[in-house]
């Protein structure tokens, strides 16, 4: 049974104006989007930016809330649950932020950021907490002492540890990891995914991967998603979107990847051509009058297509 | 900021801390020659007036005594007489202790409602927002000056304690509207996000997460606002609505050269009070401005 399954999840705000500020449209920033997670693998979430991947990582999680749809977690609709009846599933849920910077709050000690989901989960006594947090620390490779410092003492990379051990100290199930490493540079880029990949085997977790660079997704994920205006456009393995893309929008995405070898530029340039007037001129098949993708369909019993 | 070198230290000990907002700020306060001699000449000031006004019997200063009505200063009246022959420099002690006082804890009862109901508009926004602002504007559209007479007329026991909360009443606005702006930019920060994730309840993201990084706005707001409360129990005071006569203030003392014989002759009556109010103030907005430095990296000094 899948971990997590999204059924038709949508995220709509309302767009007001006229007289009495009346709603008079929507924003459909996830827009009827349905994809399900198995327990110990990693599902990719690609898009640009905008197209609502972040939004649909943080209404997984209940940071925003769902219009319509629903969140199976285990069995558990998670978006019809009031906050009290939530609580336990936060322990099993937990999030690895974009932004190394803005995540820890700059007053805190280390000590006190990781043992945050302690305090509300579990009771420790002071000493089995710092050991328990400096056990952690350890695990994402920083050292014991690092408890009493602050996190602006910290480099980039160090501080997105700190955010990884944080999401680990309650040994959560699902880890929404929305772009973890996009902050980063990228020699530190290769270190963290290296260690998020370790994690994931010895704790066996499951981590929905919410990125937009194809490189880091190609590299992590077993299934991928591709989002575009709020709607998934393609699923399906990674090999399967890498090698036989069949959206139009997957083929730019794949098209855009930057070319190290000086050699495959004349290559590289003739493909993009080659895509850029594909898209041009079967737009109208890929997309319906609105400009919306077409619901997906599958073509093989991994892949589906959003295609009419 | 210096570098820090040091070696693997055994865990728990030597904790190397980030300097804390307070140590930045006397930081601050220290560098600024203006604001540090502010300072001292303050605390000289409040130690002389809540120290003397310990020995003075306040029932005796306000005892009118008709035989020696204006007198110049004098070794029995060091600062000379009013209209009434009451001692002016014991007025002036026992003032100042009071408009300071008054001024004190306007600003600590505004700060405390100000930053209980910002925090919790700015971190809830949504309805809870809304009607708390209307309610704000609500009460800053009322004429303050005229509601403060009507108070002081119906109020029955007239006295330092009431005044307070009067004031206070009307006082709260501002602060609510800073903490709350201050609020809505924190929020925002994925620091409190990954807190709600992370299962902490709101109360605690409010007093714990967000309100330790609201602290240094708060300092340096509270420090500024204590000079203008100062000045308004003058100023109310001046005009015939703050406190009765038989309570010395320094807006009481200020008020008599009202009368232009005392303006034009009987300088020791309210030179004095004036002066203090003008060092009490002024002291009181350098030290102010030099903690606003201390909150902006770009502005500091040191």
Redesign the interface.
């Known amino acids: 049974m899948a971990l997590l399954n999204i059924q038709h999840l949508k995220v709509y705000y309302p767009v007001r104006g006229g007289f009495f500020r009346r709603v008079v449209d929507h924003v459909r920033a996830v827009d009827d989007v349905s994809f399900s997670l198995n327990k110990g693998e990693t599902y990719g979430l690609v898009g640009e930016s905008g197209c609502g991947k972040t939004t649909t990582g943080r209404t997984i999680i209940g940071l925003i809330r769902a219009t319509a749809g629903e969140v199976l977690f285990e069995g558990t609709d998670l978006t019809k649950l009031r906050r009290r009846e939530f609580h336990p599933y936060r322990k099993d849920i937990q999030m690895i932020f974009q932004d190394p910077y803005s995540s820890l709050n700059p007053r805190k000690r280390v000590l006190d950021i990781v043992a945050e989901p302690l305090r509300n989960f579990e009771r420790l006594s002071p000493h089995e907490e710092r050991q328990k947090v400096q056990y952690v620390l350890e695990r994402v490779g920083l050292s014991a002492e690092s408890i009493y410092k602050y996190p602006h003492e910290f480099s980039g990379g160090q501080r997105q540890r700190i955010g990884i051990a944080r999401a680990l100290t309650l040994n959560p199930k699902l880890i929404i990891a929305d772009e973890p490493v996009s902050a980063l540079d990228v020699s530190v880029q290769a270190q963290v995914l290296n260690f998020m990949k370790e994690i994931q085997q010895e704790y066996g977790l499951t981590y929905l991967f919410i990125s937009h660079d194809l490189g880091i997704i190609r590299h992590m994920c077993d299934r991928i998603g591709i989002m575009y205006r709020g709607r998934l456009v393609e699923e399906g393995t990674s090999e399967e979107i890498f090698t036989n893309p069949q959206h139009i929008y997957t083929k730019r995405l794949l098209s855009a990847i930057p070319n190290a070898d000086p050699r495959e530029r004349g290559r590289q340039e003739a493909l993009r051509r080659e895509v850029e007037k594909e898209y041009e001129q079967s737009y109208s098949r890929y997309f319906d009058e609105n400009g919306r993708a077409h619901p997906l369909k599958p073509i093989s019993p991994t892949h589906s297509v959003a295609i009419p | 900021m210096k570098a820090?070198i040091s070696g693997?230290?055994?865990?728990g000990a030597n904790?190397?801390?980030?300097p804390s907002a307070f140590s930045i700020m006397w930081r601050e306060v220290v560098r600024d020659r203006l604001a540090l001699g502010s300072l001292i000449i303050l605390g000289i000031l409040l130690a002389i007036v809540y120290g003397v006004s310990l020995f003075l019997d306040q029932e005796e200063i306000v005892k009118v005594d008709f035989l020696s009505i204006y007198s110049p200063p004098s070794a029995e009246h060091w600062l000379g007489t009013d209209y009434g022959g009451r001692d002016v420099f014991g007025q002036l002690i026992i003032g100042a202790r009071n408009s300071f006082t008054i001024g004190l804890a306007i600003t600590l009862i505004t700060g405390l409602i100000g930053l209980t109901i910002g925090l919790i508009a700015g971190y809830f926004g949504g309805w809870i927002d809304n009607v708390i602002m209307r309610v704000i504007d609500f009460i800053l559209v009322l004429p303050f000056l005229m509601l403060v007479i009507v108070f002081v007329a119906i109020v029955p026991k007239y006295n330092v304690l009431t005044f307070i909360l009067i004031m206070s009443a009307f006082l709260w606005t501002g602060k609510a509207r800073l903490i709350r702006a201050k609020t809505l930019a924190e929020r925002e920060?994925?620091?409190v996000?990954?807190?709600?994730?992370?299962?902490?309840?709101d109360w605690k993201i409010i007093i714990f997460?967000i309100l330790?990084?609201l602290s240094s706005i708060i300092i340096v707001n509270l420090t500024l606002n204590l000079a203008g409360n100062i000045g308004i129990e003058s100023g109310l005071t001046y005009l015939g609505f703050g406190l009765p006569e038989s309570t010395p203030s320094l807006g009481t003392l200020v008020s008599y050269a009202t009368n232009p014989d005392v303006l034009q002759n009987k300088w020791w009556v309210w030179l004095p009070a004036s002066l203090l109010i003008l060092v009490m103030m002024l002291c009181i907005n350098f030290i102010g401005q030099a903690l606003k430095r201390a909150a902006d990296a770009r502005q500091r000094l040191g």
Request: charged fraction near 20%.
């Open positions: 820090e693997p230290t055994p865990v904790i190397e801390k980030s920060l994925d620091y996000s990954a807190s709600k994730t992370l299962g902490t309840p997460q330790p990084n």
